[in-house]
């Protein structure tokens, strides 16, 4: 399972909204939960957000909980994080990941797609 991240508008004042997508090739995307990390300058990556293989089951950060939604598709086998009120301390590359069961670790993710920049101005 390969993914690869893209961004609708990488730069956006507080307060604004961004869409995150991330495409998959593969056949098995569907068998596959998807999570969103994050990781600011200096800091560790950390969880955002996940969805299970039906999209059934979401999981969020506290931090961003009511703020950010994960879906996905998996018949065009994509997952979108929409954020919105977004803060600066949201500025971070972001990271999509798949995993078995629907998991909030990076330990427990089984691939990783390649990183996105969001920036945040105040």
């Known amino acids: 399972l390969m993914c690869s991240c893209s961004v609708w508008g990488g730069l956006v004042q507080a307060g604004g909204s961004l869409r995150l997508s991330c495409a998959a090739s593969?056949?098995?995307?569907?068998?596959?939960?998807m999570a969103w990390f994050r990781q600011a300058p200096g800091k560790e990556r950390e969880f955002v957000a996940a969805?299970?293989?039906?999209?059934?089951?979401?999981l969020y950060a506290d931090s961003v909980k009511g703020r950010f939604a994960i879906s996905r598709d998996n018949a065009k086998k994509t997952v979108a994080l929409q954020m919105n009120s977004l803060k600066s301390e949201d500025s971070a590359v972001y990271y999509c990941?798949?995993?078995?069961?629907?998991?909030?670790?990076?330990?427990?993710?089984?691939?990783w797609g390649k990183g996105t920049l969001v920036t945040v101005s105040s």
């Open positions: 969805i299970n293989w039906s999209g059934g089951s979401t």
């Open positions: 990941a798949a995993s078995g069961n629907i998991r909030t670790t990076m330990g427990a993710m089984n691939y």
């Open positions: 593969g056949r098995t995307f569907s068998n596959y939960a």
